[in-house]
């Protein structure tokens, strides 16, 4: 497997991938996304060969704070260790930034996987977190 910047956009494998892991508020408005993906600080894609497999894709100021946006993995290739690789290349390419944030899914999986990488609830930390959708 192979881990390299997502740099020209593809509609339909994006669309084929956020589709496979049901966040359809993404694909419902794909024009967005996509100018999600412009405005993205970066976006690393993992490859088997040419076979696209997932991706992450980072917002921020690259200094002071890094919000991981998305992090993906078509279900077929899940638990096989291409989330956490992608994961680990943002927070190797970021080491230097002190806050690295994410908001996910409330659910087991979900919090164990990020506690597994060094994650903490914001409530751990004496922090809570907010969000307007």
Avoid at 27 to 46: C, I, R, Y
Avoid at 90 to 111: C, F
């Amino acid at each position: 497997m192979e881990i390299r910047e997502y740099r020209t956009y593809n509609e339909e494998e994006i669309l084929r991938l956020y589709e496979s892991v049901g966040w359809t508020a993404y694909t419902d408005h794909p024009k967005v996304l996509q100018k999600g993906f412009e405005n993205s600080m970066l976006t690393l894609a993992a490859y088997e060969r040419e076979q696209f497999l997932g991706l992450i894709r980072a917002v921020g100021d690259e200094s002071t704070i890094v919000f991981v946006q998305d992090i993906l993995v078509f279900p077929e290739h899940q638990r096989k260790g291409i989330g956490s690789a992608l994961l680990k290349a943002i927070l190797d390419r970021y080491s230097h930034v002190r806050q690295i944030e994410l908001a996910t899914d409330n659910t087991p999986k979900t919090i164990a996987f990020y506690q597994s990488m060094g994650f903490q609830e914001m409530s751990e930390i004496g922090c809570c977190g907010f969000m307007r959708v």
